[in-house]
Nanobody, 122 residues
Framework: QVQLVESGGGLVQAGDSLRLSCAAS????????MGWFRKAPGKEREFVAA????????TYAGSVKGRFAIYRDNAKNTVYLQMNNLNPEDTAVYYC???????????????WGQGTQVTVSS
């Protein structure tokens, strides 16, 4: 049974930092590119960041570039999202996703996590 379990969300103030984790089980983690998406109330789910299987290349949404960093530890079957200088517009449920290739699209995702809430107060 494949599971992606996110953790690390919470309530923070504008300017603070958070690190999200997504632990995978039931899959050969190194065979999957990983991504983070988010969904804010009343908005469509949007791409945040993605990383290749090896971790050698990553891509970001323009709204988070320079503030967020995605990285992975294949030995721990975990992908991380370091979020710095958070602002209220970053408030959303954050989901990790596994797919066979790096992409900013939310289609053709093989597995989704259950999500973790991030709330940024002003």
């Amino acid at each position: 049974q494949v599971q992606l379990v996110e953790s690390g969300g919470g309530l923070v103030q504008a300017g603070d930092s958070l690190r999200l984790s997504c632990a995978a089980s039931g899959v050969t983690f190194a065979n999957y590119a990983m991504g983070w998406f988010r969904k804010a109330p009343g908005k469509e789910r949007e791409f945040v960041a993605a990383i290749t299987r090896s971790g050698g290349r990553s891509t970001y949404a323009g709204s988070v570039k320079g503030r967020f960093a995605i990285y992975r530890d294949n030995a721990k079957n975990t992908v991380y999202l370091q979020m710095n200088n958070l602002n209220p517009e970053d408030t959303a449920v954050y989901y990790c996703a596994a797919r066979s290739f790096i992409s900013s699209s939310s289609t053709d995702v093989d597995y989704w996590g259950q999500g973790t809430q991030v709330t940024v107060s002003s």
